[in-house]
């Protein structure tokens, strides 16, 4: 199978999940676009998600891709059931498989989830856990401030953390929670950061592992692995500045694994009865 993965973001926060792609399934090729001239997605309206999103997959969709990895909290909340309604090929969200990793790290029944507005404004986390185990005690909060920072590459210092701070403090103050997830990609690359706020003590949760962990389950019951032996060339596309994404790619993927990956401008053309 010498199809590609489609993977879709709306900026740099899916190349945490696209890392875990590449270490987990080195034999597939991976063409990633980063909506990054339209980031972040969290305060956008539902309608606007969803033609964004449909944009970023008619891109790959031209390209001939075999499966579609939404690597973004907010589209996923907004289009996954969509998506996997319209199209031909295996879709899979963040969502899910976060929910899962955080019930299964638990030991006390309370979990915290951060993402942007859109994400916690959907109930899609609430609902995710809820839907697996009733009896959880769920603490939501939106960080809008988070994914602008991020994109900005402010991931760590005096200013990250007082951002942090003053979003997630009263969090850690006011529950139980030992369990946090990460429910935006963008937020793994603050990790430290988050870590050092709510304290060692709180497992914190990113989707990008059991993502990756269920793309693989999928792609060999569907037998569409790719056995080929040849190490791939991965296109990455961004819409918004390159040297911005560049930088932000060298910090997740190292030089190692940047000399296998390829990165471009591209240009969205809005999509036709996407929905």
């Not at 792609?219 to 032996?229: D, P, R, S, T, Y």
């Amino acid at each position: 199978m010498k199809q590609a993965i489609g993977v879709i973001d709306s900026g740099v926060g899916g190349l945490t999940v696209a890392y875990e792609l590449m270490r987990q399934l080195p034999k597939e090729k991976l063409i990633y676009v980063g909506d990054t001239a339209r980031c972040p997605y969290g305060p956008r309206s539902k309608e606007e998600v969803q033609q964004f999103t449909w944009e970023m997959v008619n891109f790959l969709l031209a390209r001939d891709i075999k499966m579609l990895v939404v690597a973004c909290n907010t589209a996923t909340a907004f289009t996954l059931d969509s998506l996997k309604k319209h199209l031909a090929i295996p879709v899979i969200g963040v969502i899910q498989p976060g929910a899962r990793a955080a019930i299964k790290f638990t030991k006390n029944n309370s979990i915290g989830v951060i993402g942007t507005d859109g994400t916690i404004r959907s109930n899609a986390y609430t609902n995710a856990l809820k839907n697996i185990k009733g009896e959880l005690d769920i603490c939501a909060k939106a960080c809008p401030m988070f994914v602008p920072m991020v994109e900005q590459g402010i991931m760590e210092g005096s200013k990250a953390i007082q951002v942090v701070e003053e979003a997630l403090r009263p969090m850690v103050e006011q529950t139980q929670m030992d369990t946090l997830i990460l429910g935006c990609t963008h937020y793994p690359l603050l990790k430290s950061t988050i870590q050092s706020v709510v304290g060692e003590d709180v497992t914190l949760i990113s989707s990008s592992e059991e993502t990756a962990r269920e793309t693989s389950t999928i792609l060999e019951m569907q037998h569409l692995l790719n056995h080929n032996g040849i190490t791939p060339i991965h296109q990455f596309y961004t819409t918004g500045d390159l040297n911005m994404f560049m930088q932000i790619s060298k910090r997740i993927f190292k030089e190692q694994n940047l000399q296998m990956i390829t990165i471009e401008k591209a240009a969205l053309h809005q999509m036709q009865d996407s929905k």
